[in-house]
T-cell receptor
């Protein structure tokens, strides 16, 4: 069975601080996808990143960066110079690899991390 | 870009009534859609996989007679909460699998059962 653990329930930082959200996953699949989503108070899920299990390169997108380490089954998310608008719940999620598999898209979500950025 | 739309965004109903929530893919055909449920301050839990033209596949513990899913066309899946009770109050979110594997989420539907 798949499992995603986000050990940090809540994080509070002051604006301009860097913050890292941890994500650890478990899966028996050899190929899989990892995701991060942002959920603001309005409720809709905002897609941040999808990472293929074959691709362990770290990724940077503006103030966001992701560190994927297959050896430790972790896919951590860092926000640099945080801003008040970053306040939201962040979810890490896992899915079976696409490859035509009918199960692709069935996401197992972590418990979520509530990030509050204070001015 | 691709958009998935849910309707209604929020609904309040009386206990014992049935409520239908629609999930539409607006600019692509989605043979597979997924329905999730989210209780306040909790994570999203997959309820079922909706397949166009066939029966939905429900996750363990989800009552298929309670949560009826119909995927009658390539752009529309519906979730009907039958004989709703206060414990069914929740945030329901759908997602659709795009033609090249992207996943698109709807805006969510907040159900309150009085």
């Amino acid at each position: 069975a798949q499992k995603v653990t986000q050990a940090q329930t809540e994080i509070s930082v002051v604006e301009k601080e860097d913050v890292t959200l941890d994500c650890v996953y478990e899966t028996r699949d050899t190929t899989y996808y990892l995701f991060w989503y942002k959920q603001p108070p309005s409720g809709e899920l905002v897609f941040l990143i999808r990472r293929n299990s074959f691709d362990e390169q770290n990724e940077i997108s503006g103030r966001y960066s992701w560190n994927f380490q297959k050896s430790t089954s972790s896919f951590n998310f860092t926000i640099t110079a945080s801003q008040v608008v970053d306040s939201a719940v962040y979810f890490c999620a896992l899915s079976e690899h696409y490859a035509g598999g009918t199960s692709y898209g069935k996401l197992t979500f972590g418990q979520g991390t509530i990030l509050t950025v204070h001015p | 870009g691709a958009v998935v739309s849910q309707h209604p965004s929020w609904v309040i109903c009386k206990s014992g009534t049935s409520v239908k929530i629609e999930c539409r893919s607006l600019d692509f055909q989605a043979t597979t859609m997924f329905w999730y449920r989210q209780f306040p301050k909790q994570s999203l839990m997959l309820m079922a996989t909706s397949n166009e033209g066939s029966k939905a596949t429900y996750e363990q513990g989800v009552e298929k007679d309670k949560f009826l899913i119909n995927h009658a066309s390539l752009t529309l899946s519906t979730l009907t909460v039958t004989s709703a009770h206060p414990e069914d109050s929740s945030f329901y979110i759908c997602s659709a699998r795009g033609p090249t594997g992207e996943l698109f989420f709807g805006e969510g539907s907040r159900l309150t059962v009085l």
